[in-house]
């Protein structure tokens, strides 16, 4: 059975079952925010987790973002959306300005969804991000980095007072994401790790895999190991 890692004050981690992204439930106040919802193969899996924990008590608002346009981060976007606006939530999607248009579009060549054998039901992104916007969820503000190179709409989220940097598909531990995939990049993917690097951070959440400790250590090893194939 699946074990949510708690990462206080205000963040909870849902591993990735078989295929999926990690799915990040962050709360503050009446307002939630949901990081990539998985292929959605497992929604119920998850879903009863949350109910038994009471994860979702008195939030009245749920942004979920995407932070890039793969299947296994947005496959489970519709699920999500219905199961929290039956609760009674004001439901908002977001994702970077790139990932919204295939989000919107459908555009099965980015999304990849004929890799998992689902189709991908294309719907409305609320709100298109671009580099340096913030995202306030309650009391809480998430700065937007915009993290090209493994897909041109990949993003990161830093939350400054806890130092928490949510990497999606651009860092993991000691890894990096694939550049080789439509619309990624080597040479953006090394621009992305040299801006990320400087960050001050705690916690790195990717969005496959095990948390970041030590991010400086974990940076020179990518940077190592990128440096190979340059």
């Known amino acids: 059975m699946m074990i949510p890692v708690e990462i206080p004050p205000n963040t909870i981690m849902f591993r990735g079952i078989s295929l999926d992204s990690n799915i990040y439930l962050v709360k503050d106040g009446n307002e939630g925010l949901m990081i990539d919802t998985g292929t959605g193969s497992f929604f119920n899996s998850y879903k009863e987790i949350m109910e038994r924990e009471g994860y ?3 939030i009245d608002k749920m942004t979920i973002l995407n932070t890039h346009e793969h299947f296994d981060h947005v496959g489970g976007n519709l699920l999500w959306r219905d199961y929290f606006e039956s609760l009674g939530m004001k439901v908002i999607f977001a994702s970077h300005e790139n990932t919204s248009k295939s989000l919107e579009e459908g555009d099965d060549r980015t999304i990849l969804s004929y890799y998992y054998g689902v189709p991908y039901q294309p719907h409305k992104i609320d709100i298109k991000l671009k ?3 913030s995202l306030r969820i309650g009391s809480l503000e998430f700065k937007v980095i915009h993290t090209p190179g493994h897909t041109r709409g990949s993003i990161c989220l830093y939350e400054p007072k ?3 940097l949510f990497t999606g598909d651009t860092v993991f531990y000691h890894s990096v994401g694939r550049p080789d995939m439509p619309t990624g990049n080597f040479e ?3 621009e ?3 801006r990320l690097e400087k960050l001050q951070v705690y916690l790195g959440l990717p969005g496959h895999g095990k948390i970041i400790q ?16 340059i």
């Open 56 to 58: 979702l008590y008195g």
């Open 131 to 133: 580099n340096g916007d």
């Open 162 to 164: 806890e130092m928490l």
């Open 188 to 190: 953006e993917l090394i």
């Open 192 to 194: 992305s790790i040299a």
């Open 214 to 229: 030590h991010w400086d250590k974990n940076m020179e090893i990518i940077k190592d190991l990128m440096q190979r194939y």
